[in-house]
């Protein structure tokens, strides 16, 4: 059987409140509703997403799935929980900085209790971020890497596989899904469990940890962490990210 709570439960988990007012909209006007969205919507997830709502509709009315929908989408807007911080690597002042980057990464991995992305340009195998990530792996987490590759982009020069032992799902941006030549997969994002995210300038170096000049911003709670998470994994549903 399925329950319309719990599918409502676990899309709210995976999507941002736009997309949960859509899916409401829909849900509200029935089966031909989300038929008509699902036809039309450009993201496997929404339209998966129509699917299950379709099949709930075998079990509540349009009314109170499109109610429940629409409950969540507004809790997730008006959530009073989020925690933005700054990140920084490099020469300290009198100003104040509430966390460094090397020890932000390790610690999001360490409290990780499902899921980790990791996004890099350039990526070294570090002692203590590889640490984290293998005493993550050890708990179970899924741990989904995308990292660039001399393969897709000429230019990026290091040729090896960063973290060679660890239990991670690869992925890749190839050089056939790129608009042009010499495109680099050049985003650096930590995502936790959908509910944390750090975005920044740091490359998974020990330059990068130590010596250099980063700044990120490190997102607590809301939306953003959620969509970041979802528009990464819809990239690799469509093909534009493949498995290596």
């Given at each position: 059987?399925?329950?319309?709570?719990?599918?409502?439960?676990?899309?709210?988990?995976?999507?941002?409140?736009?997309d949960?007012?859509?899916?409401?909209?829909?849900?509200g006007?029935?089966?031909?509703?989300l038929?008509?969205?699902?036809?039309?919507?450009?993201s496997?997830?929404?339209?998966?997403?129509?699917s299950?709502?379709?099949?709930?509709?075998?079990h509540?009315?349009p009314?109170?799935?499109?109610?429940?929908?629409?409950?969540?989408?507004?809790a997730?807007?008006?959530?009073?929980?989020?925690a933005?911080?700054?990140v920084?690597?490099?020469?300290?002042?009198?100003?104040?900085?509430?966390?460094?980057?090397a020890?932000?990464?390790?610690?999001?991995?360490?409290?990780a209790?499902h899921?980790?992305?990791?996004?890099?340009?350039?990526?070294?195998?570090?002692?203590?971020?590889?640490?984290?990530?293998?005493?993550?792996a050890?708990?179970?987490?899924?741990i989904?890497?995308?990292?660039?590759?001399?393969?897709?982009?000429?230019?990026?020069?290091?040729?090896?596989?960063?973290?060679?032992?660890?239990?991670?799902?690869?992925?890749?941006?190839?050089?056939?899904?790129?608009?042009?030549?010499h495109?680099?997969?050049h985003?650096?994002?930590?995502?936790?469990?959908?509910?944390?995210?750090?975005?920044?300038?740091?490359?998974?170096?020990?330059?990068?940890m130590?010596?250099?000049?980063?700044?990120?911003?490190?997102?607590?709670?809301?939306?953003?962490p959620?969509?970041i998470?979802?528009?990464?994994?819809?990239?690799h549903?469509q093909?534009?990210l493949?498995?290596?």
């Open positions: 059987m399925t329950d319309p709570i719990t599918t409502v439960q676990a899309l709210a988990r995976e999507l941002p409140s736009q949960l007012y859509a899916l409401s909209v829909a849900a006007g029935g089966i031909d509703r038929r008509d969205l699902r036809a039309q919507a450009s496997n997830i929404i339209r998966r997403a129509c299950q709502l379709i099949a709930c509709l075998a509540c009315s009314d109170y799935l499109a109610g429940a929908l629409a409950a969540v989408a507004a997730d807007t008006s959530r009073k929980d989020q933005i911080d700054v920084w690597t490099g020469p300290h002042t009198r100003i104040t900085s509430s966390r460094l980057t020890h932000s990464i390790t610690t999001l991995i360490d409290e209790r899921e980790i992305w990791l996004v890099s340009y350039a990526t070294h195998t570090e002692p203590r971020i590889t640490a984290a990530l293998k005493a993550a050890g708990r179970g987490i899924q989904t890497l995308l990292l660039e590759r001399n393969t897709d982009n000429p230019s990026y020069s290091f040729r090896g596989i960063p973290f060679p032992h660890l239990d991670a799902t690869r992925l890749a941006w190839p050089a056939a899904r790129r608009s042009a030549r495109t680099s997969l985003a650096k994002i930590l995502v936790t469990d959908g509910s944390t995210a750090l975005v920044g300038s740091a490359n998974i170096t020990g330059a990068a130590e010596t250099n000049l980063e700044c990120g911003i490190l997102l607590r709670g809301g939306p953003h959620r969509a998470r979802a528009h990464l994994a819809a990239l549903e093909g534009d493949i498995r290596c």
